[in-house]
């Protein structure tokens, strides 16, 4: 499974990344505000740290502003995404920019049938939002589970990036189900390495150890 971080902040991209965890970058308005940064400059920043593909998406509502901003955000570096809305207006963007060799991430998508249309647009990512949907007591893992089912029995080489990650536990059903890539905030993949019987293991080790009067440098 690709780790992508759902993050604009550079400083924690590039610890996950020194760790060989970045397989990409998403963001999204919402996280360029919280950065505080200009999109093109962050863009263009995290674009040269990490190798795979980095996510901008556009803020334009219909097809042919989408298109232009997409084409001004792949222009930024060879490894950008670039991410439109899964609405009608940005099908049409998916289907122009997707055609003109550019790899794009289809967001906000909450039904099957939504990544079915994005597949047939060719979409190269397409983003589920696990959290939002549970937040709304719906069953966000289920989402994954139904596209997955879709895109293997057509075929549709479309990749499942798992979206609104907001827990490890989501972290690890997407992954059961077989979500190509997952995006997490920092926070949640450093989390992964949690384990109440590690720490209690560790503890007991180190109180031996203690006991033992040994040094091993
Ligand atoms: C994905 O590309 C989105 O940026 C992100 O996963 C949204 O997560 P949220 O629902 O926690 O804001």
């Not at 219909?62 to 940005?90: C, F, H, S, Y």
């Amino acid at each position: 499974m690709k780790f992508f971080v759902d993050t604009a902040e550079v400083d924690q991209i590039k610890e996950l990344n020194d760790l060989g965890m970045v397989d990409g970058v998403t963001t999204n308005p919402s996280l360029i505000l919280k950065s505080g940064r200009d999109i093109l400059e962050v863009t263009r920043e995290i674009a040269e740290l990490v190798d795979g593909p980095v996510s901008a998406e556009v803020v334009a509502l219909d097809a042919d502003a989408m298109i232009e901003e997409g084409r001004k955000l792949a222009q930024i570096a060879g490894n950008i995404a670039v991410k439109v809305p899964l609405t009608w207006a940005g099908l049409k963007a998916c289907k122009v920019l997707s055609d003109e060799g550019n790899m794009v991430n289809v967001t906000l998508c909450f039904s099957a049938n939504q990544a079915l249309l994005a597949a047939k647009a060719g979409a190269t990512f397409i983003s589920p939002f696990i959290g939002r949907l549970d937040d709304i007591n719906l069953d966000g893992m289920e989402l994954i589970s139904d596209i997955r089912q879709i895109y293997d029995n057509y075929g549709y080489e479309t990749q499942i990036l798992a979206a609104s990650i907001r827990t490890v536990n989501h972290a690890y059903q997407a992954a059961l189900i077989g979500a190509d890539v997952m995006t997490a905030p920092p926070a949640v993949i450093k989390k992964m390495a949690d384990h109440p019987l590690t720490d209690a293991g560790l503890d007991q080790f180190m109180e031996d150890w203690a006991k033992t009067g040994q040094k091993i440098v």
